[in-house]
T-cell receptor, first 112, second 112 residues
Framework: QQQVKQSPQSLIVQKGGIPIINCAYE??????FPWYQQFPGKGPALLIA?????SEKKEGRFTISFNKSAKQFSLHIMDSQPGDSATYFC???????????FGSGTQLTVLP | DADVTQTPRNRITKTGKRIMLECSQT?????MYWYRQDPGLGLRLIYY???????NKGEISDGYSVSRQAQAKFSLSLESAIPNQTALYFC???????????FGEGSRLTVL
């Protein structure tokens, strides 16, 4: 059972474009929604995260938009750069165990 | 030195062989995880451990076993490897206060 659905699977944009990655979740017990960034040959690393009582969070060029009623959230990358080319995973966290359920990942390519 | 170290980084083996992937950490975290990454499927949880005496199955534990030898060491074993276990495997630790996961650089396993 896939509790976090992520789209698109891959995305190609020109430098300066604004790629948007979308996620939808089913588990209403999720209380924290992080995004992880993974460069080739490396493990994923936390990029930015949001709690469901907030509709938007910005950190530098990265913004999470959160729609609790629709059970959807998205990552926007402003002024994207070739160095942003990576795989991005959304996730939801539930329960006191703080386990994460990951989406299927989006491979982003930013062309120079 | 990396905070989460996985060995080996790459391994090619044959069907039926026993394989062990090892993970060690210097972050001092009690919680450790093993994930499997496959294209289009994201990161799926195999096993997790909250301390040396606590081992729990994840969503895809069949065909795998783990051992938590010490707080800093968590190994994953495939008793009899099969080709559909060909994947990229990640070990991760988790900060108890924030829930953030810290991943190793991965172990790429190919089963022929």
């Amino acid at each position: 059972q896939q509790q976090v659905k992520q789209s698109p699977q891959s995305l190609i944009v020109q430098k300066g474009g604004i790629p948007i990655i979308n996620c939808a979740y089913e588990n209403t017990a999720f209380d924290y929604f992080p995004w992880y960034q993974q460069f080739p040959g490396k493990g994923p690393a936390l990029l930015i995260a949001i709690r469901p009582d907030v509709s938007e969070k910005k950190e530098g060029r990265f913004t999470i938009s959160f729609n609790k009623s629709a059970k959807q959230f998205s990552l926007h990358i402003m002024d994207s750069q070739p160095g942003d080319s990576a795989t991005y995973f959304c996730a939801g966290r539930s329960g006191s165990a703080r386990q994460l359920t990951f989406g299927s990942g989006t491979q982003l390519t930013v062309l120079p | 030195d990396a905070d989460v170290t996985q060995t080996p980084r790459n391994r090619i083996t044959k069907t039926g062989k026993r394989i062990m992937l090892e993970c060690s950490q210097t972050k001092g975290h009690d919680r450790m995880y093993w994930y499997r990454q496959d294209p289009g499927l994201g990161l799926r949880l195999i096993y997790y451990s909250f301390d040396v005496k606590d081992i729990n199955k994840g969503e895809i534990s069949d065909g795998y076993s783990v051992s938590r030898q010490a707080q800093a060491k968590f190994s994953l074993s495939l008793e009899s490897a099969i080709p559909n276990q060909t994947a990229l495997y990640f070990c991760a630790t988790q900060a108890a206060n924030t829930g953030e996961l810290f991943f190793g650089e991965g172990s790429r396993l190919t089963v022929l």
